[in-house]
């Protein structure tokens, strides 16, 4: 039974480019999770989707950020025109719906030049 | 504004010992409480969790208290092993917005021979 799988788990980018993090949850998981952690920092919640549906952005920047979740295949969450500040940790967490367990992929760390 | 707090970056304990890991929160809304567990390059991993109905929860040598009317709960690791030594995060949710997790800081445990 396969856990949460990102990729790619390492992702460099020159300033001013698009990135683009992949994210499939658990078998059977339809509620997606993306959090990002900054060096010495925990984790801050960005995003909450379900299938075609984004259900709390209240933790995404206002600008270049954004995520789905399609009906079939991964969820992507997508960082246009990147800056240095965007260099962290990205992760994934899927859950079954009504509980709170989430459950974390490896992560991707983008490094922007 | 921190809402979960874990004021210790680090601990240091003999193998064999207990560890105790501390975590306060500000929020009164919060009504469950998670812990994982974070190697270095690695997505953090479900540990043990714990809702404000009780005030006491085991799993093996993981046991999480909680005192709600301190705002506080705590993790013992008993007894203490090499293995466990990772970074620990304490995460907390409010029934009213179960999708959005709030992190901690972390703890860095290493757990020496």
């Known amino acids: 039974n396969a856990g949460v799988m990102q990729n790619p788990r390492h992702l460099v980018r020159r300033r001013g480019q698009e990135a683009r993090l992949r994210c499939s949850p658990m078998?059977?998981?339809?509620?997606v999770y993306w959090y990002r952690q900054l060096p010495e920092e925990g984790l801050k919640f960005m995003v909450y989707?379900?299938?075609?549906?984004?259900?709390?952005e209240s933790g995404m920047p206002k600008e270049r950020f954004s995520a789905e979740f399609p009906k079939e295949g991964p969820s992507i969450l997508r960082i246009q025109q990147v800056v240095r500040g965007d260099s962290a940790a990205y992760f994934c967490?899927?859950?079954?719906?009504?509980?709170?367990?989430?459950?974390f992929g490896a992560g991707t760390r983008l490094s922007v030049l | 504004d921190q809402q979960v707090k874990q004021n210790s970056p680090s601990l240091s304990v003999q193998e064999g010992r207990i560890s105790i890991l501390n975590c306060d929160y500000t929020?009164?809304?919060?009504?469950?409480f998670l812990w994982y567990k974070k190697y270095p390059a690695e997505g953090p991993t479900f540990l043990i969790s714990?809702?404000?109905?009780?005030d006491k929860n085991e799993d093996g040598r993981f046991t999480v208290f909680l005192n709600k009317s301190a705002k506080h709960l705590s993790l013992h690791i008993v007894p203490s092993q090499p293995g466990d030594s990772a970074v620990y995060f304490c995460?907390?949710?409010?029934?009213?917005?179960?999708?959005?997790?709030?992190f901690g800081t972390g703890t860095r445990l290493q757990v020496f021979p």
């Open positions: 967490a899927s859950s079954l719906p009504g509980l709170d367990i989430q459950y």
């Open positions: 078998k059977g998981h339809s509620h």
């Open positions: 989707l379900q299938k075609e549906n984004i259900i709390d």
């Open positions: 929020n009164s809304m919060f009504d469950y």
């Open positions: 714990i809702s404000s109905i009780k």
């Open positions: 995460a907390a949710s409010a029934l009213y917005n179960t999708d959005k997790l709030i």
